[in-house]
């Protein structure tokens, strides 16, 4: 079965400090991959996405991802968190086969200002 | 922007009671997802569906059922709550492009289920 695998429950980090969040996927074949994020009190909502072509892709706030199909991995990254990012990510495939999506367990960040 | 409701934001329920959660979206989503969300455990896919009365099983759908009537709204029902059904239940929908790739999904605020 589809799996996403999320290496870190819990990060805690100082304002300013660099960020990547670890994440994994098992299905070898064509997938559509996501960092979702939720903020406080507030919706899920998309982060970045990768469907095909460039590997590096880039979302909203300063934050990007990377995409390595032999490592199976889609690594959330930002070089200078800040107190606001404060939230709980989600990493996401969608196997295109299967017609559905998974979701990883989530990893809450704490930003200490 | 895409707009996604639920009908309810905060709901306490009896063991046994019927409960129906409603979702709407207003953006001609062919897509539609029910999910719950526990700590820990992440989104887990209750059931899903890509068109009017059609639906699909997710990977949790016992004690679950739902409904497609309309394209613009999806509900989820709990024939009869139980205790292990207490949980944030987030409703999603996304569209399908012309290469037939599902897109993003598009989330709802969540509905906060309390079984008693």
């Known amino acids: 079965a589809q799996s996403v695998s999320q290496h870190n429950h819990h990060v805690i980090l100082s304002e300013a400090a660099s960020l990547e969040l670890g994440c994994n996927y098992s299905?070898?074949?064509?997938?559509?991959l996501f960092w979702y994020v939720q903020y406080p009190g507030q919706h899920l909502q998309l982060l970045l996405k990768?469907?095909?072509?460039?590997?590096l892709v880039k979302g909203i706030k300063g934050f990007e991802a990377e995409f390595i199909k032999s490592k199976f991995s889609f690594n959330l990254r930002k070089p200078s968190v800040q107190w606001s990012d404060t939230a709980e990510y989600f990493c996401?495939?969608?196997?295109?086969?299967?017609?559905?999506?998974?979701f990883g367990d989530g990893t809450t960040l704490t930003v200490k200002p | 922007d895409v707009k996604v409701t639920q009908s309810s934001r905060y709901l306490v329920k009896r063991t046994g009671e019927k409960v129906f959660l409603e979702c709407v979206q207003d953006?001609?989503?062919?897509?539609m997802f029910w999910y719950r969300q526990d700590p820990g455990l992440g989104l887990r896919l209750i059931y899903f569906?890509?068109?009017?009365?059609?639906?699909e099983k997710g990977d949790i759908p016992e004690g679950y059922s739902v409904s497609r009537e309309k394209k613009e709204r999806f509900s989820l029902i709990l024939e009869s709550a139980s205790t292990n059904q207490t949980s944030m239940y987030l409703c999603?929908?996304?569209?399908?492009?012309?290469?037939?790739?599902?897109?993003?999904?598009?989330f709802g605020p969540g509905t906060r289920l309390t079984v008693t």
């Open positions: 996401a495939s969608y196997n295109t086969n299967a017609g559905k999506s998974t």
């Open positions: 569906s890509y068109d009017v009365k059609m639906k």
């Open positions: 953006m001609d989503h062919e897509n």
């Open positions: 299905y070898g074949g064509t997938v559509n």
């Open positions: 990768y469907f095909s072509g460039d590997p």
């Open positions: 999603a929908s996304s569209f399908t492009t012309a290469g037939a790739r599902r897109t993003e999904q598009y």
